[in-house]
């Protein structure tokens, strides 16, 4: 079986203990207002196209086979509308202006590249993570490509906004050693605002996979003046107290890195504008969160 990825990122020191291979997959359900991967929301391959790389040598419009693309003059015009997604202007580019971004490979293809680095994970604790997108949107895919980690005696890790079907979630649970866990919002309302998605199935499955005794860290975005909030930050401690075998809250603060994307992509940045997340304020979410928690009797998980 062939899964859509959109990247192999080796030596990862941020997506699970040690050093580890991160595995993106195409597709997710969510669309949270702060995504920094834009291009992993579609399962279909994505075409951006870099502007400022652009000469307009017309090798694209040569190759493109729908004629989407056009030179006028030192002008470049993308009509994305009747865009195949085939790549072939992406491959004739000779300056890196223009990028396929998704492509298919099969469950061994994958874990073949990932075993390259076999010692470094032995050495270092490490092993594969599957991020995305959201993986469990490609559950048969994943679920191979878990098990023949397994097979393989690799350490799996596995990050998810918890948003599929049960059965989906606990089939991934007897393959995976971990759960980076995202818990985006705390209140029903607002998380549909924020990510288009409801709040309920995704605390349904994160304490039925903790009571089935996955391990899990928590992994919360905090974006200053959207959802970095006192009431929020009480909320996570709330939701994280009672699971039994949670061991760490992860704050991902709110960066830059990805807002290049939304251009290259074509796509709408709703938070265009919006100044990172500090230091200084990822630290006062940090202890806030973690005094939250030593209150409720969890002091325990650590908060970083």
Same mark, same amino acid.
């Given at each position: 079986?062939?899964? !859509?990825? =959109?990247?192999? *990122?080796? /030596?990862?020191? #941020?997506?699970?203990?040690?050093?580890?291979?991160?595995? =993106?997959?195409?597709?997710?359900?969510?669309?949270?207002?702060?995504? #920094?991967?834009?291009?992993?929301?579609?399962?279909?391959?994505?075409?951006?196209? $870099?502007?400022?790389?652009?000469?307009?040598?017309?090798?694209?419009?040569?190759?493109?086979? *729908?004629?989407?693309? &056009?030179?006028?003059?030192?002008? #470049?015009?993308?009509?994305?509308?009747?865009?195949?997604?085939?790549?072939?202007?992406?491959?004739?580019?000779? /300056?890196?202006?223009?990028?396929?971004?998704? *492509?298919?490979?099969?469950?061994?293809?994958?874990?073949? %590249?990932?075993?390259?680095? &076999?010692? =470094?994970? &032995? !050495?270092?604790?490490?092993?594969?993570?599957?991020?995305?997108?959201?993986?469990?949107?490609?559950?048969? =895919?994943?679920?191979?490509?878990?098990?023949?980690?397994?097979?393989?005696?690799?350490?799996?890790?596995?990050?998810?906004?918890?948003?599929?079907?049960?059965?989906?979630?606990?089939?991934?649970?007897?393959?995976?050693?971990? /759960?980076?866990?995202?818990?985006?919002?705390?209140? %029903?309302?607002?998380?549909?605002?924020?990510?288009?998605?409801?709040?309920?199935?995704?605390?349904?499955?994160? &304490?039925?996979?903790?009571?089935?005794?996955?391990?899990?860290?928590?992994?919360?975005?905090?974006?200053?003046?959207?959802?970095?909030?006192?009431?929020?930050?009480?909320?996570?401690? +709330?939701?994280?107290?009672?699971?039994?075998?949670?061991?760490?809250? !992860?704050?991902?603060? $709110?960066?830059?890195?990805?807002?290049?994307?939304?251009?290259?992509?074509?796509? %709408?940045?709703?938070?265009?504008?919006?100044?990172?997340?500090?230091?200084? %304020?990822?630290? +006062?979410?940090?202890?806030?969160?973690?005094?939250?928690?030593?209150?409720?009797?969890?002091? +325990?998980?650590?908060?970083?």
């Amino acid at each position: 079986m062939d899964g !859509n990825l =959109f990247d192999i *990122q080796r /030596f990862c020191v #941020h997506d699970g203990p040690g050093i580890r291979t991160t595995v =993106f997959l195409k597709g997710c359900p969510l669309r949270c207002i702060w995504c #920094h991967n834009p291009e992993s929301q579609s399962p279909l391959p994505s075409i951006a196209w $870099y502007a400022e790389k652009c000469v307009s040598c017309g090798a694209c419009a040569a190759a493109c086979p *729908q004629g989407c693309h &056009r030179i006028n003059g030192q002008t #470049h015009l993308f009509r994305r509308e009747g865009c195949a997604r085939c790549g072939k202007c992406a491959a004739a580019c000779p /300056f890196g202006a223009i990028e396929a971004l998704g *492509q298919r490979l099969s469950a061994e293809a994958v874990l073949a %590249e990932v075993a390259r680095d &076999r010692n =470094f994970y &032995r !050495n270092s604790g490490g092993g594969m993570t599957v991020s995305g997108g959201e993986p469990l949107m490609q559950a048969e =895919f994943l679920l191979e490509l878990l098990q023949k980690a397994k097979a393989a005696g690799l350490h799996t890790c596995l990050e998810t906004c918890g948003f599929a079907p049960w059965p989906v979630a606990e089939a991934a649970a007897a393959y995976t050693d971990l /759960f980076l866990y995202d818990l985006k919002e705390t209140d %029903e309302a607002r998380h549909r605002a924020l990510t288009g998605a409801p709040l309920a199935p995704i605390l349904d499955n994160l &304490r039925r996979l903790d009571a089935r005794g996955a391990q899990i860290v928590l992994r919360c975005p905090l974006v200053p003046g959207v959802n970095a909030g006192e009431a929020h930050l009480r909320a996570i401690a +709330d939701v994280a107290a009672p699971l039994s075998h949670l061991t760490e809250i !992860n704050v991902m603060a $709110y960066h830059l890195l990805g807002s290049g994307k939304y251009d290259a992509l074509e796509m %709408e940045n709703r938070l265009r504008g919006r100044a990172a997340m500090t230091e200084t %304020e990822k630290a +006062d979410c940090v202890r806030k969160i973690a005094e939250a928690l030593a209150a409720r009797g969890r002091a +325990d998980v650590r908060v970083c």
